[in-house]
């Protein structure tokens, strides 16, 4: 496995973004993936019972595992819009459907911005022609553009393998930074793929492995209405993956789950107001869903994440999160330590340490290991700090 440029393109994709006036900054706000024919589609969505109008939309059409196009816009969420929310982002759909020729159930749309305010769909519907004029192999970075809101950076990892003699590439373009605990942030994430795959087969694999990666990260414990993860796959590659277990698979496999890692952790890298990337490794615990229960509750607390802004090694907001998370354990076993250095033993502070750990929480990457010493599962988490810029990016989003 190794990394490839992303303006290399992948077979059987174009891409393109423009601004069509959503944004008030005038930056792009429309993006778009299209496909040279159907392609192998499985998502997953959110699981918050307040679901946007595209996700609404997009669930029902995932149903018959093709997609040719993925229209996505920036700027406003169209969530908790009633009806007209869904009328719009099927007109949005169909004017895309109509100008490319295609049947509208293969476009999959997406959006992504203000919560509660109406679409302006015809604004959106002009600006397709020059969508699809300027869509290129080479344009994922515009793409990428067009669909950031509060991210400081774009978000995409492209990487290929080698499987019998042919190079299979997966390139991957995510976008968040707040409204981040995804349960399948605001978080949008579209990975395309030229491998053929029976849909199936990859609805499974996206499946397992946004479970092991997206769902394994918090920026402020908020679930949005629009999360999605799109994984489209063309064939042309003509390398055809069929079976579990095999060869194939399994470097497929890892290849998808290496993207979705790379970017779940790159959006919370980019947490709004975030000084430092935290990553929880939450070791032998009773069960697998207290291994994660855990994990996430220690991400999750604001006193942890503002004691880690800081610089402040108090790890006595850790044991506190611990024992309010619901898993087994006994404190007077635990052990906490931060990159290497041992914060805790059997439940108690290690002194001789301090001086250490000082300087540990001075870095940007910081290594959580928690070992509960209550079974054998595990899990790991990433997680950021809560800093004052937090407060006023989300203190004034709609206004």
Excluded at 295 to 314: C, E, I, R
Aim: net charge positive; charged share 20%.
């Amino acid at each position: 496995m190794k990394a490839f440029s992303y303006r290399k393109g992948v077979p059987g994709f174009r891409f393109a973004g423009v601004a069509c006036g959503l944004k008030k900054n005038g930056k792009k706000d429309l993006g778009l993936i299209l496909a040279d024919e159907p392609c192998t589609a499985a998502a997953a969505f959110t699981k918050n019972s307040v679901k946007a109008a595209p996700v609404i939309i997009g669930q029902k059409r995932l149903k018959s595992g093709l997609v040719q196009a993925v229209l996505v816009n920036s700027g406003n969420a169209n969530a908790c819009t009633g009806e007209q929310g869904i009328l719009d982002g099927i007109a949005a759909s169909a004017a895309l459907s109509r100008e490319l020729g295609i049947k509208p159930g293969l476009v999959v749309p997406s959006s992504t911005g203000v919560i509660g305010v109406p679409l302006p769909v015809k604004r959106l519907i002009e600006g397709i022609p020059a969508l699809i004029k300027t869509a290129t192999p080479v344009s994922m970075s515009n793409f990428s553009d067009a669909i950031m809101t509060t991210d400081t950076f774009p978000k995409i990892v492209a990487l290929q393998e080698t499987i019998d003699g042919h190079i299979i590439r997966v390139c991957g373009v995510a976008k968040g930074a707040g409204m981040i605990m995804p349960d399948m942030a605001t978080m949008l994430s579209y990975i395309v793929t030229d491998a053929a795959i029976e849909r199936k087969l990859l609805a499974a694999l996206v499946r397992e492995k946004v479970e092991l990666t997206y769902n394994r990260i918090s920026v402020d414990g908020d679930m949005s209405t629009n999360d999605t993860v799109l994984v489209l796959a063309s064939g042309k590659s003509k390398i055809k993956i069929s079976s579990v277990g095999s060869k194939r698979y399994e470097l497929f496999s890892n290849l998808i789950y290496e993207v979705m890692k790379q970017l779940a952790r790159l959006i919370v890298r980019d947490g709004e107001g975030a000084t430092k990337l935290l990553l929880i490794n939450l070791k032998n615990a009773k069960t697998a869903s207290q291994a994660k229960q855990a994990a996430m509750t220690v991400a999750n607390s604001p006193l942890v994440k503002t004691a880690f802004f800081g610089q402040d090694y108090n790890w006595g907001r850790i044991m506190a999160a611990l024992g309010r998370s619901a898993a087994q354990f006994n404190m007077a076993k635990v052990d906490i330590s931060f990159n290497g250095i041992q914060s805790v033993h059997n439940g108690q502070g290690v002194t001789k340490n301090i001086g250490r750990l000082k300087k540990i929480m001075k870095k940007d990457c910081i290594e959580i290991s928690v070992d509960l010493k209550a079974g054998t599962k595990n899990c790991e988490v990433t997680t950021c700090d809560l800093s004052y810029d937090y407060i006023k990016i989300n203190a004034d989003y709609t206004t």
